[in-house]
């Protein structure tokens, strides 16, 4: 008879209570947090009514400002005020030199982005990370509440690194992923495609500093990405740009801008920008650094002459989108926008010509994407059990290793549906050899040095033999968030090679943990009581659909002894997670999954027979 | 399981292309690791592993290609890591002839309709050679196996000829 189970007062939910879950979406320019309230996904807003938190860090000798406040300081300090950091997660400081020429920041070195502001030295990781803590701060001011679990979005084209980098952050804001969710398909969500439509729908997301195209087919409430393009560094910030070229041309500036004079400038063309949307002039005024007076005027055609060919590029974009679909234009029933820039009219109108269709435009481009975010995080908690809806997600750049002569041999292909795992074999080519280098690489060009590196692997622990004999496997798994995992074995001794990994741009595990020792305020008691917490939160998940999975299939998949060995290993887990060891209840918890592994994989091919049993009944 | 009892089909060159996408997806709603974001890291793992493998097995089976090369492979005949080369010297040449073609194209007075046409004329021969590939896989005859690899050996050539010709056509057609 299976034992009621009493809770301590306080402890447990109430059945019918909502998980409260959010939807983030980190943009390069601006940042929400949206969450499902009586049935509405909304963006919440902070204490002033404002939806919209700019993406700008200020950091001062002994604090942090974040958002509007920090934004208002860019121009008076700029070397302090880290602007659309976004653009720098999971890239070298030299790509982010050639990039963008003008940045104010100090870096520290040549290899990866450390910025020196009034405080210290800060990385991307904790810069974003600090935008999280805010929208975290927000929801739970908001809902009163504290957070389950957030869906964070990344552009559709992000790599590895640049995935791995925005998870690093949340992990360090304190906040637990459901998953990361590419932006063009939360946007397609929140237009609510599923309910009813069936069909293609292309989703054309232009950004701060990035673009995405994606194609979708929606079936029965499942959005499958069929293909994905665009570029991760093109955005309305290089139409920012090029006005402040224009401006500094007709302004007869000579030379290279101060940085104070340049963050006046882009401020200008953001404001010439936004007004050429309703207007077909502007007139930008501004004093130089002599405090000589300019005046120049950007009417609306020669800004759609500046930007014309960045625009062409995103719609070349969505022809190889299309094609990769093996689609035609004629074929897709719906266009969604997403993203500030595609309020600029000329984007708008060259997008509507070339799909010949009016595109979806009724959300607000700014926040479409956090409240679809905001509805599958909602469904990921748990809140909505019956919901059918399913997103199925790419791969957006092929995977590779290095060969010979530095090419690259592609392990997976682009737009391959994720979850995905694929392995290839390797070989030793000398005698005895115990180790080997494995040289991992994201993108579609045939050589190297044009892709970007994501990882060395070294293989140690491989047996030694002759040249040639030893048959190294190695797995490549990409996860649904599009992370990639690589684990190795040597075939004909079944020995499991150790792998170390050294990120090539992002952050190593070990240093992420030193971040996060260093963001708690009160230093060790509160690392460690989180860290037992979240310990005990998995042992009690751990127990609890373990011991559902056994009351419903242990019988039937299961013998006896097997039965009693995994009882016996949650008993002993479930005393242990009363204690304060957080690693022996680590330890425990990785004793009963190794005992229930089986048992977890028989669960899930009976449930697939069952349902196909299922349907041939209907059948008859 | 192989592929083909994992999407519950026969296994057999002969696959109903209108159920295999809702197969799919039912599959897809029972392993898809978000249907089990509040379970347990083992439950997501396997969720994954297992998930990885519908995700694999869907794009082997639809294309008529991968699908013959795996039937192949589940006879024990393994086409993915071998080095063996086309001795049939009549396609040998038939390829020379295209790619010089298709080098030369730009030259001509309509490159996109020359394309167009040497486009066509490789779809006609892969579709003839994939209704071989089918008779060759459910015939019981002696070298069936040894002569439906060399089909795929001379498919995998014309498909990749075709990519080639896809390239061509991104470059000339560029605006």
Partial sequence: ????????????????????????????????????????????????????????????????????????????????????????????????????????????????????????????????????????????????????????????????????????????????????????????????????????????DLGGGTFDISILRLSKGVFEVLATGGDSALGGDDFDALLVEFIRQKSELIGTLSKSLHRVLLDKAKEAKEALSEQRSYNVDFEDDTGKHHSVTVSLEHFETLIEPLVKNTLRACRRALKDAQLQKSQVIEVVMVGGSTRVPLVCKQVGDFFERTPLTSIDPDRVVA????????????????????????????????????????????????????????TTFKDGQTAMMVHVVQGERELVKDCRSLAKFTLHGIPPMAAGAAHIRVTFQVDADGLLNVSAMEKSTGVQAQIQVKPSYGLEDSEIADMLKASMDNAQGDMQARMLKEQQVEAARVQENLQGALDADGEALLQPSEIQAIEAGITKLSELAKGTDKDAIKAAIEQVDKLSETFAQKRMDQSIKSAFSGQSVDRI | MNYFELFNIPVSFDVDMSVLPKTYQQLQRLTHPDKFASGSEQDKLVAIQKNSQVNDAYSVLKSPLSRAEYLLSLRGIDLQHEQKTINNSAFLMQQMEWREELAEITEQADPLSALESLEHEINQTIKADLIKLQNLLESNQVDAEKNAADIIRELKFLYKMLSEIELKEDLLSDF
């Fill in chain 1, 371 to 426: 409240i679809g975010a905001a509805i599958q995080a909602d469904i990921l908690v748990g809140n909505k059990p019956d919901s059918d809806m399913l997103l199925l997600d790419v791969l957006p750049l092929s995977l590779g290793i290095e060969t010979m002569g530095g090419l690259t041999e592609k392990v997976i292909q682009r737009n391959t549906t994720i979850p995905v795992s694929k392995a290839q074999e390797f």
């Fill in chain 1, 1 to 204: 008879m299976a034992l009621l189970q009493i809770s301590e007062p306080g402890q447990s939910a109430a059945p019918h209570q909502r998980k409260l879950a959010v939807g983030i979406d980190l943009g390069t320019t601006n940042s929400l947090v949206a969450s499902v309230r009586s049935g509405e996904a909304l963006t919440l807003a902070d204490s002033q009514g404002r939806h919209l938190l700019p993406s700008v860090v200020r950091y001062l000798a002994d604090s942090v400002v974040i958002g509007q406040e920090a934004k208002q300081q860019a121009s008076s300090d700029p070397t302090n005020t880290i602007v659309s950091v976004k653009r720098f997660l999971g890239r070298s400081v030299q790509d982010i030199e050639a990039a963008y020429p003008n940045l104010p920041y100090q870096f520290t070195n040549s290899l990866s982005p450390v910025m020196t502001v009034a405080s210290g030295n800060v990385n991307p990781v904790q810069v974003s990370a600090q935008i999280l803590k805010e929208l975290k701060k927000r929801a739970q001011q908001t809902l009163g509440d504290e957070l389950q679990g957030a869906v964070v979005t990344v552009p559709a084209y992000f790599d590895d690194a640049q995935r791995q980098g925005t998870k690093d952050a949340a992990a360090l804001a304190g906040l637990k992923v459901l998953r990361l969710l590419n932006e063009p398909t939360a946007a397609a969500v929140a237009y609510g495609l599923d309910s009813g439509q069936e069909g293609i729908i292309a989703v054309y």
